[in-house]
């Protein structure tokens, strides 16, 4: 279970421009949640994510994972516990080494050990096994650069080695946004795949509505650092994308301003 408590955080303190990027975020993530979130552009969704990860710290509150105080943690010591992958797929996997090393590094996450005895027999097999699961013929294909893989595959790559050590939580951050829609589609259905078969508990922000409405079993919308809806899969369910843009203007008092959003 991941706990979030009284979660605070400003950037630029004490100078005009201050922001409250997050304004006590209160959220409890039970195993196996998998969570979409949506919300207007500046919310806090994407500093909600790091701040999880570790890669920023909070101003104050308190982060919780399976009952460990992670708050003052820095990001590689929280790195065994959390798979996490960005929009870019440039930025998940390394373009210079082959699908193996690359699955290799994502098996020495959170430990402290040489990439050159990371390629194992058994491993490889493990390799296999997981790159099946994306069904795009990447166990095949072991020996390959990722540089010359799509962006598509890399993503699902990316997948593939965020999972690989079973994390006790997954972070996707609009992890679909910088491919084609076919891409982002096949990318959105392996998921699903992945976070189901190892009923990983994960967090996803979407700028896409009608993936937040499809994927999951839970939907966070967030508005100017807070949390402003919190529903469950019967409601969301039934809820059409009008409704949702309709449910934000009522909790929040305002229209909808995602414009990425909107175009989708
Ligand atoms: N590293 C940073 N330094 C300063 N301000 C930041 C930083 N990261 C985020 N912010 C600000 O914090 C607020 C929340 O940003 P964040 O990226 O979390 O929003 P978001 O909901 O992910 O937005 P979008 O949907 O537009 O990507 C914004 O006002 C943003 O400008």
Do not use: W
């Not at 690989?164 to 996707?172: E, F, I, N, Q, S």
Request: proline share 3%; aromatic share 4%.
């Amino acid at each position: 279970m991941i706990n979030l408590t009284g979660i605070n955080k400003y950037f630029f303190v004490n100078t005009p421009n201050e922001i409250k990027a997050l304004d006590n975020i209160n959220l409890q993530v039970n195993p196996g949640d998998f969570i979409t979130i949506i919300g207007s552009n500046g919310a806090g969704k994407s500093t909600l994510l790091k701040a999880v990860a570790g890669v920023i710290p909070v101003d104050s509150g308190c982060i919780e994972i399976d009952g460990q105080d992670v708050t003052n943690l820095p990001e590689h010591r929280r790195a065994g516990d959390i798979g996490r992958i960005d929009q870019d797929p440039m930025a998940s996997t390394a373009a210079e080494l082959t699908i193996e090393e690359n699955l290799a590094i994502a098996c020495l996450r959170g430990q402290r050990r040489a990439l050159a005895r990371a390629v194992t027999r058994p491993r490889l097999e493990r390799f296999r096994q997981a790159l099946r699961d994306t069904g795009l013929g990447l166990e095949d294909r072991l020996r390959v650069p990722v540089g010359t893989l799509s962006g598509g595959q890399r993503q699902a790559l990316a997948l593939v080695m965020a999972t690989m050590t079973r994390p006790r939580l997954l972070l996707l951050d609009e992890h679909t946004a910088a491919l084609d829609p076919k891409a982002a589609s096949l990318v959105m259905d392996i998921t699903e795949r992945i976070v189901n078969r190892h009923q990983l508990t994960t967090l996803m922000i979407t700028h896409n509505m009608e993936q937040a409405l499809r994927f999951g079993n839970r939907l966070i919308m967030m508005h100017r650092g807070r949390i402003i809806l919190d529903i469950g899969s019967d409601e969301k369910n039934r809820l059409t994308v009008a409704e949702l843009i309709a449910k934000f203007a009522s909790c929040s008092g305002t229209v909808f301003d995602n414009d990425r959003a909107l175009l989708a």
